[in-house]
């Protein structure tokens, strides 16, 4: 069935750091892919999006971009900070008119100064 | 926009008890989806409705689970007789799918403790 995979955590990161997580998707229609974060103690909230191959979502100085060859969505920040210490999830929808979200497990990212 | 809200945001109770939690989405947002998740998992799909129809329920959506939107705008999930597999955080989300906008809003959550 449809499945979304992330690299599991915990990554613990120094701050300005690079990072990188790592997500691939079963390729099942043509899905819009998504990363979600959820701060300690607060709701999930929409990080980024992209709808089609080759999109690049972009937001707080993440980046992701949709490989339709390689069926990936990573995650990448050049320089995180202590605040960007969140749980991240990657999702993707199914496309067309089905538009529950399928969601990895998530990856928790702690970030020390 | 004021956001999605959920009511109450914690709920403990008894094994074999019902409880209901309610969603308000986004106003003038026409999909409304719910969502569990356990600890260290991500959010799974339960059931969506756009406007007052129930359009889809997952397998994970027992007899024991309904769901209503019965004008289309705010929505209920009931558990009856819980379980202490049902402990979980209960997410809601809503989207305005009509005009081809895809992401979904979600929720605080309601933490639900089943004893």
């Known amino acids: 069935g449809d499945s979304v995979t992330q690299m599991e955590g915990p990554v613990t990161l120094s701050e300005e750091a690079c990072l990188t997580i790592?997500?691939?998707?079963?390729?099942?229609?043509?899905?819009?892919l998504f990363w979600y974060v959820q701060y300690p103690g607060e709701g999930l909230q929409l990080l980024l999006k992209?709808?089609?191959?080759?999109d690049k979502g972009s937001n707080k100085g993440f980046e992701a971009t949709y490989r339709k060859e390689t069926t990936s969505f990573h995650l990448e920040k050049g320089s995180v900070q202590v605040s960007d210490s969140a749980v991240y999830f990657c999702?993707?929808?199914?496309?067309?008119?089905?538009?529950?979200?399928?969601f990895g497990k998530g990856t928790k990212l702690s970030v020390k100064p | 926009d004021t956001g999605v809200s959920q009511d109450p945001r914690h709920k403990i109770t008894k094994r074999g008890q019902n409880v209901t939690f309610r969603c308000d989405p986004i106003?003038?947002?026409?999909?409304l989806y719910w969502y569990r998740q356990t600890l260290g998992q991500g959010p799974e799909f339960l059931t969506y409705?756009?406007?007052?129809?129930?359009?889809?329920k997952s397998r994970l959506l027992s007899d024991r689970f309904s769901a209503e939107r019965p004008k289309g705008s705010f929505s209920t999930l009931e558990i009856q007789r819980t379980e202490q597999g049902d402990s979980a955080m209960y997410l809601c989300?809503?989207?305005?799918?009509?005009?081809?906008?895809?992401?979904?809003?979600f929720g605080p959550g309601t933490r639900l403790l089943v004893l």
């Open positions: 989300a809503s989207s305005p799918r009509d005009r081809g906008e895809e992401t979904q809003y």
């Open positions: 790592n997500c691939t998707y079963t390729a099942t229609g043509y899905p819009s």
């Open positions: 992209a709808t089609k191959a080759d």
């Open positions: 999702a993707k929808n199914y496309g067309g008119s089905q538009g529950n979200l399928i």
């Open positions: 106003s003038e947002h026409n999909r």
């Open positions: 409705f756009q406007n007052e129809a129930q359009l889809e």
